[in-house]
């Protein structure tokens, strides 16, 4: 029976992922912010999977929780055969405007705290040549205006785990990014728009940002299950592939980006970005 390790378990991909991986027959290690007093969130799959859902409190920023869950999976389970670094949130607005804590926390949570749990469990997954998938995103490849320090965020986990595919290929542990476009799960609902005040130059541009998000947002089709099972039949394979981009919007960006020369894209970009999000 194969140990599944989930971070950001209590909701979106990581709660999808938790009962897909638990409906395939694996072992989960479901972790979140305060998991054990959220009884609600994995009722079900407590009476219906018993013994294989395991689940721990864990804040991907606090070191000292990690190297606890990290000592008792060695010992429950001697080892671990793939980890999903999935915890993160967005962080929206404009640089100027953010505190340093805000930049802080951002980086803590999305890049440092998928910096801590790899290095924490890469012991347990080389005893298995496990494989590691980080969340990545759309704005993992992509900047994005008013967005600066969520696509700084996940680029810095795309040369994370790009540089680790490299360097831990001789011990048989492989990593996949993952890069989701928009898929309808409490994302949108726990994002921080980062209004400072209504004197802010950036203000406008902001809420016209907002508007436009939670205009698409509501017209979203694509469902995080997509997402799941995906992650579900990539982890089976042998040989896993560096990136898998997920969601029409998604892989529209991707081409865009890889196929459109930089010079248009960004002439065409700008066009784009003025118009909407500088209008009155
Ligand atoms: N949905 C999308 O459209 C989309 C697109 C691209 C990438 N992504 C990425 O997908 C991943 C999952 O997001 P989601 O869409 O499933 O959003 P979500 O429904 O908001 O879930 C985010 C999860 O991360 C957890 N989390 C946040 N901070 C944490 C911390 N310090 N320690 C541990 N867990 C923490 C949340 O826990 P709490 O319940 O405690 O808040 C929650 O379980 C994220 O990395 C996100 O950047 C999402």
């Known amino acids: 029976m194969r140990i599944v390790l989930i971070t950001g378990a209590t909701s979106g991909f990581g709660k999808l992922m938790t009962q897909t991986f638990l409906a395939h027959g694996d072992l989960v290690v479901a972790t979140g912010r305060n998991l054990k ?91 298995k040549q496990g494989k590691i998938f980080n969340f990545s995103s759309v704005f993992g490849f992509m900047g994005f205006p008013l967005t600066s320090l969520y696509c700084a965020s996940k680029f810095a986990v795309e040369g994370l785990s790009e540089s680790l595919r490299l360097e831990l290929s001789s011990f048989g542990v492989q990593i996949c990014l993952i890069q989701p476009g928009g898929f309808r799960t409490d994302f949108g609902k726990n994002l921080i728009w980062n209004f400072k005040n209504e004197h802010s130059i950036y203000d406008r541009s902001l809420r016209n940002y907002q508007n436009l998000h939670d205009y698409f947002a509501a017209k979203k089709k694509q469902h995080p299950l997509e997402v799941a099972n995906g992650v579900l039949k990539l982890s089976k394979l042998k040989r896993i592939p560096m990136r898998k981009v997920f969601g029409q919007d998604g892989k529209f960006s991707y081409l865009l980006k890889t196929f459109v020369p930089e010079s248009l894209y960004f002439i065409f970009f700008e066009k784009i970005i003025n118009k909407f999000f500088n209008k009155p």
């Open 37 to 127: 007093q959220r009884r609600e969130i994995f009722e079900e799959e407590r009476e219906k999977f018993g013994d294989r859902l395991v689940e721990f409190d864990l804040d991907v920023r606090n070191e000292h929780q990690v190297l606890e869950v990290a000592n008792i999976i060695e010992e429950k389970f001697s080892s671990l055969d793939i980890l999903i670094n999935n915890a993160g949130y967005g962080l929206f607005g404009a640089l100027e405007d953010f505190s340093n804590e805000q930049i802080k926390e951002q980086m803590d949570v999305n890049f440092y705290g998928t910096v801590l749990m790899t290095r924490s469990f890469l012991p347990l997954l080389r005893k």
